[in-house]
């Protein structure tokens, strides 16, 4: 077998290592955030063993630990993609220009709690949320006013659509307004978040799908779109929100794997070719504060994919193979106390996404622990990705940081950590089942728990939180959510007054029976669409089908 | 007797590490906790009702906080059930704090913020009248 390193090269350098290590006796120890223990020292030692070809190689070709693209940003520069949405579509819309305008070169458009959970903003469920936290969208009436004067063939456009149980309906809403404007969809670039898990166990309502149901309805839209829209990721594995919810890098990486195993398998015993649907499958992971860590876990994420997708799977294409990721920095991270500290960690956390190999990247605003941020701190945010992409000159080579000691050791003991924790999953039955038995909600509230009590005791250390707390907090401006109550209702009146009642009615009984016969749901979603039916009427339809669920937490 | 706290959220906000997180601590601590997911400010107040906790924590991180919140206390006073003392945990600005205080939320926890204090609150329940807030 090729190794890095010959033997007598070998010989010396451990001789000499052995040396250093006794006259430099650490007096700690330090470990990853995830519990990976971090040596002093690392030396060609560390990576003796490692075969170049196998573990490395070319990046744009196997394994793609080096990236997934052969001269990476230089040819494929990053998407800044920068979240954005509040209140109703016209706001939403006039920020997302604000952010082209500015350079923001794709879309990341964010819905409101209700949106969020299949509500139209008449609903009594609604009170006091309406347009927080994102955009508010009952109909296409909203939809189209979301995206005016934005050219849909031109900009690719990520719906954080996160729960497969709305993500069918504000989806489908997407495709009709392209089709109704001219534009192809075999034209159209972009991405569906579409995690049954989102629905399921990361984030919490009062009336939830079951998970198999949700499950199911985000594989719907994997099937469609292998068929009609070639050019759209149908899914987008959210890594980075079970990182949220707590959990460490090596289980954010297993879970989110682990859950693409679940889709493969299900489109496979659907009867789809694996080439037929995998090259759309894409992630979507957190950058923490851990910075080697995450870079690590970017790396390894890519070696297992392709092995999986190779030698599980069977794929050939190469862009199965590959692994494709946007990255958040992490929001958890953020502090109230002192927000401008948050342009310094999320700028790191940023740093780490682009030379762990991201595609494409959203960095934080600095007040996103007080509010959704203000006009300027969004500003920050998107100068904080030019600066780095325009300044640093990290960009210019691919992988700078392969061939480091340090660097490699990781992302080979993290590789081995993840495929542990993805056997066990495997071995419950899989991402399914792992949610429905409430395992999943479990190790998501041990490992929050666990890193509120180290936070807590001043193990972890949060500046300006647990230590070098300031006296004086300065004030920042908070961004104030609009009242778009009234011109909501006002909406919905006129959309449900200018639409066929029957045909709505229809397509709604339609839908219904293809719930209940366990098809491919998405056409049916697609003609109640057209015909003006809402948000909160085609979910009102699956909630009823297998709603209900209470999460296990 | 062991101290009864009811957690719950308000609205649609979808995060539930913290109130995890809280009722997990307070459990370990010897509370009874019954944590309730999502209601709205009136089966909040109903659950409360039923409940009869010595205090009564929402974890708000959806910025609907002052609305929300608000209309909860209104429906605890309606059922005359004001003398139970509420927090309220998560993202909560420092703008916000007076209303909500004013509103009558005995005490606001931010994040990263130490959890003795809560502590103390539901135990002085026991041993004091609970208007002594």
């Known amino acids: 077998m090729l190794s890095n390193y010959d033997g007598d090269f070998l010989t010396h350098l451990l001789e000499q290592k052995r040396r250093w290590d006794m006259d430099n006796e650490s007096p700690t120890r330090a470990f990853t955030h995830s519990g990976v223990e971090i040596n002093p020292l690392y030396t060609p030692a560390d990576i003796a063993d490692q075969n170049y070809f196998e573990k490395l190689g070319f990046p744009g070709l196997p394994p793609y630990t080096r990236g997934i693209?052969?001269?990476?940003?230089?040819?494929?520069?990053?998407?800044?993609?920068?979240?954005?949405?509040?209140?109703?579509?016209?706001?939403?819309?006039e920020r997302y220009r604000f952010l082209i305008a500015n350079g923001a070169t794709g879309i990341n458009g964010v819905f409101d709690y209700p949106t969020l959970r299949g509500y139209d903003s008449d609903d009594p469920a609604c009170e006091?949320?309406?347009?927080?936290?994102?955009?508010?969208?009952?109909?296409?009436?909203?939809?189209?006013?979301?995206?005016?004067?934005?050219?849909?063939?031109?900009?690719?456009?990520?719906?954080?659509?996160?729960?497969?149980?709305?993500?069918?309906?504000?989806?489908?809403?997407?495709?009709?307004?392209?089709?109704?404007?001219?534009?192809?969809?075999?034209?159209?670039?972009?991405?569906?978040?579409?995690?049954?898990?989102?629905?399921?166990?990361i984030t919490t309502a009062p009336d939830v799908l079951h998970p198999d149901f949700s499950f199911k309805l985000s594989t719907d839209i994997v099937e469609f779109c292998a068929q009609h829209v070639p050019g759209w990721h149908p899914i987008s594995y959210t890594g980075y929100n079970y990182r949220e919810a707590g959990v460490s890098a090596v289980q954010e990486a297993a879970m989110a794997l682990s859950n693409a195993s679940a889709t493969v398998e299900e489109m496979l015993s659907r009867g789809c070719s694996v080439d037929d649907f995998a090259p759309r499958l894409s992630f979507f992971f957190s950058a923490d504060s851990d910075f080697f860590e995450e870079i690590a876990k970017y790396r390894a994420a890519r070696r297992i994919w392709y092995r999986l997708m190779k030698e599980k799977y069977g794929a050939e294409s190469e862009r199965s193979q590959s692994l494709r990721f946007h990255v958040q920095t992490s929001g958890a991270s953020l502090t109230p106390q002192r927000p401008l500290n948050n342009v310094t960690r999320s700028a790191y956390q940023a740093l780490a996404a682009v030379l762990g190999g991201a595609q494409s990247l959203h960095v934080n605003a600095y007040d996103e622990a007080l509010s959704i941020p203000t006009e300027e701190a969004a500003v920050t945010a998107l100068h904080t990705q030019q600066i780095l992409r325009y300044e640093t000159n990290v960009a210019a080579t691919t992988d700078p940081l392969g061939g480091s000691y340090f660097l490699e050791s990781l992302t080979d003991e993290l590789e081995k950590s993840i495929w542990e924790y993805m056997d066990k999953i495997a071995e419950?039955?899989?991402?399914?089942?792992?949610?429905?038995?409430?395992?999943?909600?479990?190790?998501?509230?041990?490992?929050?728990?666990?890193?509120?009590k180290a936070v807590q005791s001043?193990?972890?250390?949060?500046?300006?939180?647990?230590?070098?707390?300031?006296?004086?907090?300065?004030?920042?401006?908070?961004f104030r959510v609009p009242d778009i109550r009234e011109k909501q209702l006002q909406r919905l009146k006129e959309v449900k007054a200018g639409r066929r009642a029957e045909k709505v009615e229809q397509c709604l009984q339609q839908l219904?029976?293809?719930?209940?016969?366990?098809?491919?749901?998405?056409?049916?979603?697609?003609?109640?669409?057209?015909?003006?039916?809402?948000?909160?009427?085609?979910?009102?339809?699956?909630?009823?089908?297998?709603?209900?669920?209470?999460l296990p937490i | 007797m062991t101290q009864k706290v009811l957690l719950g959220k308000l609205g649609l906000d979808s995060h539930w590490r913290g109130a995890a997180v809280v009722a997990k601590y307070l459990r370990e601590k010897g509370f009874e906790v019954v944590y309730v997911g999502n209601q709205t400010p009136e089966q909040l107040a109903e659950t409360a009702l039923q409940e009869d906790p010595a205090l009564i924590g929402i974890s708000m991180l959806s910025g609907s906080h002052v609305i929300l919140v608000t209309r909860f206390l209104e429906a605890l006073k309606k059922r005359e059930l004001q003398d139970i003392p509420v927090v309220v945990g998560g993202i909560i600005p420092a703008q916000d704090h007076e209303e909500l205080k004013e509103a009558g939320v005995k005490k606001i926890f931010t994040p990263g913020q130490p959890l003795d204090e809560l502590e103390e609150m539901i135990a002085g329940q026991g041993s004091f009248p609970s208007s002594a807030g």
């Not at chain 1, 429905?436 to 728990?449: T, V």
């Open chain 1, 69 to 93: 693209f052969p001269l990476m940003y230089r040819t494929r520069p990053w998407t800044i993609r920068q979240l954005a949405g509040y209140g109703s579509a016209e706001e939403t819309n």
């Open chain 1, 128 to 201: 006091g949320d309406l347009g927080q936290g994102g955009v508010a969208i009952d109909s296409m009436a909203d939809m189209e006013l979301l995206f005016q004067n934005i050219p849909l063939d031109e900009i690719s456009v990520s719906l954080v659509v996160c729960n497969p149980g709305m993500a069918v309906t504000v989806f489908a809403m997407f495709l009709t307004v392209a089709e109704e404007r001219g534009v192809p969809w075999e034209k159209l670039r972009g991405t569906n978040q579409n995690d049954f898990l989102m629905e399921t166990a």
């Open chain 1, 428 to 452: 419950m039955g899989g991402m399914v089942a792992a949610v429905q038995s409430g395992w999943i909600h479990n190790e998501i509230a041990s490992a929050a728990q666990e890193h509120f």
């Open chain 1, 458 to 478: 001043g193990e972890r250390k949060v500046v300006g939180v647990n230590c070098f707390q300031s006296e004086r907090e300065p004030e920042i401006e908070i």
């Open chain 1, 512 to 550: 219904q029976r293809a719930c209940a016969e366990n098809k491919n749901i998405f056409p049916e979603i697609l003609a109640a669409v057209k015909e003006r039916a809402t948000l909160g009427e085609i979910s009102g339809v699956l909630k009823k089908h297998k709603g209900g669920w209470v």
